[in-house]
Each structure stands twice: as C-alpha cells, then as structure tokens.
C-alpha cells in the first residue's frame, strides 16, 4: 500500500464534512484507528480500506493511488446535505447529516458548500418542500439574490434579501407569506445574518 493513504483518507472525509468519529463509527472501528491511518501511521488492511471507501463514495484505488488524473479530474466533491442549520453551532459542528450532494470540481474550488433541504412552502412554486439548494459560504448577498438567512436564535431560513437604507427585508415567492422587514438596528440586536448564497437548485421528483 501507499505511504499517502492516510492523507486522501483525510482530504476525502473532510470533502464529505465527515468528523474522524463519524467515519469511525460508520466503518465500526475506533475513532483513533482513523487518526493513526490520516496521519499514516498504521495503514488499514484491505477489508477496513474497502468499508472506507464505500463511505466517502470513491474507488478503493483512488485511495490506494491508482486512480489516473483524468478521472480525478472528472469526478466530483461531495458536499453534506443538513436538514437544519441552527444558530450559534458553526457548520462543522452540525451531525444532523441527511444526505450528499455532488458538485462539479470547478464549482468547489470557487468557495466552501453545503446543501440545504428545504423545509415549508415559502419558496414555492420555485422551491418545494425537500427540494436541495447549493449555497456558496458567504457572509453578504447582492440586492435581491436569494440567501440562507440566519434570523436571532432561529433555524436558517431561505429567502430573497432585498436591502434598503433602513434596513433588509427577507422576501417568500409565495405570495401567502408576507415580507419580514428588519430595521438596521434589529439587524444587529437580534442579530440577521447571512450564512450563504444560493446557487443551485435541485428539485426532487
């Protein structure tokens, strides 16, 4: 086996927002088996490498080392999917993973993703409920761009900013939800934050 093993052990899990606990206890063996293999100080055998790779979806030779540039290349960055994102627990905190979406190479190598699984009918007819979004990390949006907003101590919420000297108003497509305006000093008191920018739908069937 590869010396290097143990480093796209740990670049792939940290792709998938995989904690060293959480791919430990999906491959059911100790959390600092996995810290002794990312820093290549013991080297899985070939059964506990399999189970590995089945969990971060790749190849078991892209982490052996045989898997050609060119396929590399071609495959994508998994990105988690959170059902919820509440406020005051940073991202990689959050262990309420659902699900994994795939973005293209190019894509990942413009920021730091995640995926949102929306949740009511504000944003209906363009979003449903468990439809997934793509958000790029990003603490400010333009006027009228659609964002995942944190408001006080709620759970994020998905909404187009629209912004004016007084202050920002988070707008539904659905035209049942009324317009929620928060004046500049509510903006900082309670406080809203912008967590990212929307830039990808995925609609499910």
């Known amino acids: 086996m590869h010396s290097n093993i143990g480093t796209r052990i740990k670049e792939a899990r940290k792709k998938m927002g995989l904690r060293q606990s959480e791919l430990a206890k999906a491959v059911n063996i100790s959390t600092s088996a996995i810290g002794m293999y990312e820093q290549n100080r013991r080297e899985p055998d070939y059964s506990t490498l399999s189970a590995i790779a089945t969990v971060l979806h790749l190849p078991i030779d892209h982490l052996i080392g045989h898997t050609s540039s060119a396929a590399q290349e071609r495959r994508g960055v998994k990105i988690p999917v959170y059902g919820s994102v509440a406020a005051g627990i940073p991202i990689e905190a959050i262990t309420d993973i659902e699900d994994y979406e795939e973005i293209s190479q190019e894509l990942a190598q413009g920021g730091e993703y995640i995926a949102l699984r929306i949740k009511g009918r504000s944003m209906e007819p363009r979003m449903m409920e468990g439809d997934v979004v793509i958000v790029r990390m990003q603490p ?66």
Do not use: H, W
């Open 140 to 205: 400010t949006v333009e006027d009228g761009e659609v964002a995942i907003v944190m408001v006080g101590q709620e759970d994020a919420t998905c909404k187009k900013v629209k912004k004016t000297p007084q202050g920002v108003m988070l707008l539904s497509i659905n035209p049942v939800y009324e317009p929620m305006f928060y004046t500049n000093a509510e903006i900082e008191a309670l406080p809203i934050r912008i967590l990212g920018k929307v830039v990808e739908l995925r609609g499910k069937l």
